[in-house]
């Protein structure tokens, strides 16, 4: 077989608009009309079959052949473990590992680093030699986030990628559909198998105008959110178009894509445009924009969708760029949206804790130049009056080429100037690698980051910690106004003089450095030329790693006296599924992961967090330990969720901890996107209410019966039993969103064990 190149060569990307161009042809047929952008990409990698069908209302499920795909190294770990299962000798199209979300923020950037290299030696050295075995790039711990990394080195537009991280949307800032993926999703694909999709819907947002003064791109996301809510955009792929995409550089549009999927939505995308074509040439990749000039006909939408948007897209929102507010978002969720200037009444309504006590700016989200840039204008205009940030300030670069970049310009510098510390180039305090000392138990706290989750508990794991989400130039204004109800359009701040000031509006700063970037050195590592001779390297008695053994196949009959584990009350994230950090470094040790089961989940029979009642003892205990008891005595159980169960991020291992305890099935109100997927590839029942009034008669004693399970099909409901502890019993109706294959993935014990089924 010949070796997969892990580039992004004009030779593939000649390839992939080659095909695009005869693939619209094609659809365009079908359905005679215009395509949306979306449409394109996705007509461009679908299988031949899907090109013939009227894909809105003929499809539910389609497959489609990705350009590359991208692991980062917590989820990463679970990827190769599952494609070692495939018995392949390497990946069948570029694959990339990036060590990002390992690394703790404690003090800063190189120690940090230093650090965790020694702590997650066993689990960095296992990522290598599988990458280096299998075909797999290689990305060393300090080299950056994956999200900014995959922008500057692998993106293109037009391409589809997938990636085992929820904000794998990053990309659509380059014109790319990068979508989120469960693990298995992405072993599969490394393994040659096509990507099996919900056909989207499609969201249009209109941006006319042009942004000035404090507002930036992370506000347009930022209103979007709070338009549309954190369920609002799921299984609906975002498409931006309308004269104000042009007026947003490249990195802004990826910050707005990458918290697309704060609103659940599949992805995000902008069309090709001068400010993409400047952002490729100036990452070295020249030839691929003029490609892309090549092909700008479709990789941009239709003429006519922007005229007719309300023929072509399911909803449609308009934003005048020019009359946009900055906002602030929070707490413990990014879409309770205001504008800056009624944040101080809402942290009087709602007793806020004013007082900031840390501001963070950086992430994945938003790291740029150009965000760096602006946010360093205004730590000048601090330094000129001779203050400094009230409160700790921290920056996070989103990769080694940044951070030695705005260190040659001087950004970091003027950040230094007013109080910051610099922190590792990788996710931290974003994601829970967050060590904070300083913190009581239990004690009531306020953030304010740049970053794009603030669910409870993320990210500090202090459920207590009220985050904030805005731009870095706002948090940097927070930072040197020291509390919430600080608005720097109106208020003033004291020089050190005694004198008061006002913040002028950050200084606009270029897309990219003028200088260039630059190059980072020794952050990657190929695949073995040899790789016959590589070892994958796990020890037998490992406390972070484990081999991972097939979960059993369905035994054919119906699910009977199920006991219900937790009855979840609102929300019920992934991290509350099986929480992050702590808990990351045991992400390649399912039976040691495990003990975090359901940890964050708010249990509606008690309102106690992560505690149930154990049928045995009748003591409330972890759901953890009553699901080890459980299993031990082969007691079969269910999980019940409220609307958007699984909502956040990708990790697949909020289905796989929970099969591995020996949940049978869970039922909602409704499901994210992603997490339904996970729990259908690991031989879970994902069920919904057939009425979402029906969760209400689900009582803790309860014992759940899933009948008709052999003739269960593709939009056939399935009956329900529930049997109360005073012997009295009803029946409701559960629905799916099961396919044909996803049948045969749940019969089999889970979709890994049907593929390997398949090949042998």
């Given at each position: 077989?010949?070796?997969?190149k892990?580039?992004?060569?004009?030779?593939?990307?000649?390839?992939?608009?080659s095909?695009?161009?005869?693939?619209?042809s094609v659809?365009r047929?079908?359905?005679?009309?215009?395509?949306?952008?979306?449409?394109?990409?996705?007509?461009?990698?679908?299988?031949?079959?899907?090109?013939?069908?009227?894909l809105?209302?003929?499809a539910?499920?389609?497959?489609?052949?990705?350009d590359?795909?991208?692991?980062?190294?917590?989820?990463?770990?679970?990827?190769?473990?599952?494609?070692?299962?495939?018995?392949?000798?390497s990946?069948?199209?570029?694959?990339?590992?990036h060590?990002?979300?390992?690394?703790?923020?404690?003090?800063?950037?190189?120690?940090?680093?230093?650090?965790?290299?020694?702590?997650?030696?066993?689990?960095?050295?296992?990522?290598?030699s599988?990458a280096?075995?299998?075909?797999v790039?290689?990305?060393?711990?300090?080299?950056?986030i994956?999200?900014?990394?995959?922008?500057?080195?692998?993106?293109f537009?037009?391409?589809?990628?997938?990636?085992?991280?929820?904000?794998?949307?990053n990309?659509?800032?380059?014109g790319m559909?990068a979508?989120?993926?469960?693990?298995?999703?992405?072993?599969?694909?490394?393994?040659?198998m096509?990507?099996?999709?919900?056909?989207?819907?499609?969201?249009?947002?209109?941006?006319?105008?042009?942004?000035?003064?404090?507002?930036?791109?992370?506000?347009v996301?930022?209103?979007?959110?709070?338009e549309?809510?954190?369920?609002?955009?799921?299984?609906?792929?975002?498409?931006?178009?309308?004269?104000g995409?042009?007026s947003?550089?490249?990195?802004g549009k990826?910050?707005?894509?990458?918290?697309?999927?704060e609103?659940?939505?599949?992805?995000s995308?902008f069309?090709?445009d001068?400010?993409?074509?400047?952002?490729?040439?100036?990452?070295?990749?020249?030839?691929i924009?003029?490609?892309?000039?090549?092909?700008?006909?479709?990789?941009?939408?239709?003429?006519?969708?922007?005229?007719?948007?309300?023929?072509?897209f399911?909803?449609?929102?308009?934003?005048?760029?020019?009359?946009?507010e900055?906002?602030?978002?929070?707490p413990?969720?990014?879409?309770?949206?205001?504008?800056?200037?009624?944040?101080?009444?809402?942290?009087?309504?709602?007793?806020?804790?004013?007082?900031?006590s840390?501001?963070?700016?950086?992430?994945c989200?938003?790291?740029?130049?150009?965000?760096?840039?602006r946010?360093?204008?205004?730590?000048k205009?601090?330094?000129?009056?001779?203050?400094?940030?009230?409160?700790?300030?921290?920056?996070?670069?989103?990769?080694e080429?940044?951070?030695?970049t705005?260190?040659?310009?001087?950004q970091?510098?003027?950040?230094?100037?007013?109080?910051?510390?610099v922190?590792?180039?990788?996710?931290g305090?974003?994601?829970?690698?967050?060590?904070?000392?300083?913190?009581?138990?239990g004690?009531q706290?306020?953030?304010?980051?740049?970053?794009?989750?603030?669910?409870?508990?993320?990210?500090?794991?202090?459920?207590?910690?009220?985050?904030?989400?805005?731009?870095?130039?706002?948090?940097?204004?927070?930072?040197?106004?020291g509390n919430?109800?600080?608005?720097?359009?109106?208020?003033s701040?004291?020089?050190?003089?005694?004198k008061t000031?006002?913040?002028?509006?950050?200084?606009?700063?270029?897309?990219?450095?003028?200088?260039?970037?630059?190059?980072?050195?020794?952050?990657?590592?190929?695949p073995?030329s040899n790789?016959d001779?590589?070892q994958?390297?796990?020890d037998?008695?490992?406390?972070?790693?484990?081999k991972?053994?097939?979960?059993?196949?369905?035994?054919?009959?119906?699910?009977?006296?199920?006991?219900?584990?937790?009855?979840?009350?609102?929300?019920?994230t992934t991290?509350?599924?099986?929480?992050?950090?702590?808990?990351?470094?045991?992400?390649?040790?399912?039976?040691?992961?495990s003990?975090?089961?359901?940890?964050?989940?708010v249990?509606?029979f008690?309102?106690?967090?992560?505690?149930?009642?154990?049928?045995?003892?009748?003591?409330?205990?972890?759901?953890?330990?009553?699901?080890?008891?459980y299993?031990?005595?082969?007691?079969s159980?269910?999980?019940v969720?409220?609307?958007?169960?699984?909502?956040?991020s990708?990790r697949?291992?909020?289905?796989?901890?929970?099969?591995?305890?020996?949940c049978?099935?869970?039922?909602a109100?409704?499901?994210?996107?992603?997490h339904?997927?996970?729990?259908?590839?690991?031989?879970i029942?994902?069920?919904?209410?057939?009425?979402?009034k029906?969760?209400?008669?689900i009582h803790?004693d309860?014992?759940?019966?899933i009948?008709?399970?052999?003739?269960?099909?593709?939009?056939?409901?399935?009956?329900?039993?529930?049997?109360?502890?005073?012997?009295?019993?009803?029946?409701?109706?559960?629905?799916?969103?099961?396919n044909g294959?996803?049948?045969e993935?749940?019969?089999?014990?889970?979709a890994?064990?049907?593929?390997?089924?398949?090949?042998?």
């Amino acid at each position: 077989m010949e070796k997969i190149k892990i580039a992004t060569t004009p030779e593939m990307v000649e390839n992939v608009y080659s095909k695009l161009e005869k693939n619209i042809s094609v659809y365009r047929k079908t359905v005679n009309r215009p395509l949306t952008l979306t449409e394109k990409i996705l007509a461009c990698h679908l299988e031949e079959n899907f090109l013939k069908k009227i894909l809105d209302s003929e499809a539910n499920y389609v497959f489609l052949h990705p350009d590359r795909v991208a692991l980062q190294d917590v989820t990463g770990q679970m990827v190769m473990l599952q494609f070692m299962q495939t018995v392949l000798k390497s990946a069948t199209l570029p694959t990339t590992i990036h060590c990002d979300h390992l690394i703790q923020a404690r003090t800063e950037g190189k120690s940090d680093t230093k650090l965790a290299i020694y702590e997650n030696n066993e689990v960095y050295k296992f990522l290598e030699s599988a990458a280096s075995k299998y075909g797999v790039g290689f990305w060393k711990p300090g080299a950056g986030i994956i999200h900014q990394v995959i922008l500057e080195n692998y993106a293109f537009p037009g391409g589809l990628m997938i990636g085992t991280d929820s904000h794998t949307p990053n990309a659509g800032g380059l014109g790319m559909l990068a979508i989120g993926v469960g693990g298995v999703d992405a072993a599969e694909t490394m393994a040659g198998m096509p990507w099996e999709l919900l056909y989207p819907k499609r969201i249009g947002v209109y941006l006319k105008g042009e942004m000035d003064g404090w507002t930036s791109a992370k506000d347009v996301i930022l209103y979007v959110a709070g338009e549309l809510s954190v369920s609002g955009g799921t299984n609906s792929i975002i498409e931006y178009f309308g004269p104000g995409t042009k007026s947003i550089s490249c990195t802004g549009k990826a910050t707005i894509t990458n918290m697309g999927a704060e609103i659940g939505a599949t992805c995000s995308i902008f069309p090709y445009d001068e400010r993409m074509e400047l952002y490729l040439k100036s990452t070295g990749r020249k030839e691929i924009a003029e490609l892309a000039n090549k092909y700008k006909e479709h990789l941009t939408a239709d003429p006519d969708i922007e005229k007719n948007p309300d023929k072509y897209f399911d909803k449609i929102m308009e934003i005048d760029l020019s009359k946009l507010e900055p906002h602030v978002v929070g707490p413990h969720t990014p879409d309770l949206a205001r504008p800056i200037s009624k944040l101080a009444d809402d942290v009087k309504n709602n007793n806020y804790l004013d007082n900031i006590s840390v501001a963070l700016i950086g992430s994945c989200t938003n790291s740029s130049y150009e965000d760096m840039s602006r946010a360093a204008s205004l730590a000048k205009q601090a330094q000129s009056k001779g203050i400094k940030a009230k409160i700790p300030l921290l920056v996070t670069p989103g990769s080694e080429q940044i951070r030695a970049t705005i260190e040659r310009d001087g950004q970091i510098d003027s950040l230094k100037s007013i109080g910051a510390t610099v922190l590792a180039n990788a996710c931290g305090p974003c994601i829970g690698q967050w060590h904070r000392p300083e913190l009581k138990k239990g004690e009531q706290n306020t953030i304010v980051t740049s970053y794009n989750r603030n669910f409870p508990g993320r990210n500090d794991g202090k459920r207590e910690t009220m985050n904030f989400i805005a731009s870095p130039e706002m948090v940097i204004a927070l930072a040197l106004g020291g509390n919430l109800s600080f608005n720097p359009l109106d208020d003033s701040l004291t020089a050190s003089d005694g004198k008061t000031f006002k913040l002028d509006p950050p200084e606009r700063a270029p897309d990219v450095p003028d200088r260039g970037f630059v190059d980072a050195e020794d952050v990657y590592i190929s695949p073995s030329s040899n790789p016959d001779a590589v070892q994958v390297l796990i020890d037998p008695n490992s406390e972070r790693l484990q081999k991972l053994e097939p979960f059993d196949a369905w035994n054919g009959e119906d699910l009977s006296a199920l006991h219900v584990m937790i009855k979840a009350k609102g929300k019920c994230t992934t991290d509350h599924i099986s929480p992050a950090g702590p808990w990351l470094r045991l992400r390649g040790h399912l039976d040691k992961l495990s003990d975090n089961l359901l940890l964050g989940a708010v249990n509606a029979f008690n309102d106690q967090v992560g505690q149930a009642k154990n049928i045995l003892s009748n003591e409330i205990e972890s759901c953890a330990q009553i699901a080890r008891q459980y299993k031990k005595e082969n007691i079969s159980w269910v999980i019940v969720g409220d609307d958007n169960y699984g909502e956040g991020s990708s990790r697949e291992h909020a289905a796989m901890t929970p099969r591995f305890l020996g949940c049978s099935a869970v039922i909602a109100k409704s499901f994210a996107r992603i997490h339904e997927t996970n729990l259908k590839k690991q031989g879970i029942l994902a069920l919904t209410f057939g009425n979402p009034k029906d969760y209400g008669k689900i009582h803790e004693d309860d014992q759940i019966s899933i009948s008709q399970l052999n003739e269960i099909a593709p939009g056939k409901p399935v009956e329900c039993n529930i049997l109360h502890a005073d012997k009295t019993s009803e029946k409701i109706v559960l629905n799916h969103s099961y396919n044909g294959l996803q049948i045969e993935w749940f019969k089999a014990g889970s979709a890994m064990n049907f593929l390997r089924k398949k090949q042998n």
